[in-house]
């Protein structure tokens, strides 16, 4: 008996699927249509918490929640993508076009229940492969962040070590003040 496997799915076809930006959104990695995990209350608030932060510390870059991002053969949407302004490309109009090719310079992931480690890792390492200067997989139950950066070794940080961020980000946080975010409402926020 001989089984036929289907064809990988292209990038294009995924591209024209209707409902790849339903909530969660959905990714293509290596010819598959992959959804996202649906993300919880302490993802989403942590999620909302760090994105503004990240927007308070710069006026380089922007912190984009659910951004699609679709290079190098990929289409992922990041639960941040930190992108330079002068990296988002206008419109005629002035407007920032919807599609954005590129890998974000800075993308955080947050691990949602359920979600597999070795596929968050894989975007992340892909990211950094294609542009991406720093990579962070927040993980909410293990209290920690993983860092990645270009051409080093991934660093696990707990407590209050101080947190790598990409230049031009002023920004100085440790896994104990993130995850103090999650719990807390903007006007205590470090």
Request: hydrophobic content about 40%; charged content about 25%.
């Amino acid at each position: 008996m001989t089984t036929r496997l289907a064809p990988p799915l292209t990038l294009e076809d995924f591209l024209k699927l209707p409902y790849i930006e339903d909530s969660p959104a959905w990714e293509y990695v290596d010819g598959v249509a992959i959804q996202k995990p649906i993300p919880k209350a302490r993802h989403s608030i942590l999620q909302k918490h760090l994105v503004a932060e990240v927007d308070g510390s710069t006026t380089d870059y922007t912190a984009l929640p659910e951004l699609r991002c679709t290079f190098s053969g990929r289409s992922i949407v990041p639960d941040i993508a930190v992108i330079a302004w002068d990296r988002i490309r206008l419109s005629e109009t002035g407007e920032p076009e919807d599609d954005f090719t590129a890998a974000p310079d800075w993308i955080i992931e947050i691990l949602s229940p359920g979600q597999r480690v070795s596929r968050v890792i894989d975007n992340i390492l892909h990211c950094l492969k294609h542009g991406s200067k720093l990579g962070w997989m927040v993980d909410l139950d293990d209290y920690s962040v993983l860092i990645f950066a270009p051409q080093q070794e991934p660093e696990i940080c707990r407590g209050d070590r101080q947190l790598k961020v990409i230049d031009g980000i002023q920004l100085a946080l440790t896994p104990q003040q993130i995850f103090v975010l999650q719990y807390t409402t903007p006007a205590a926020w470090p």
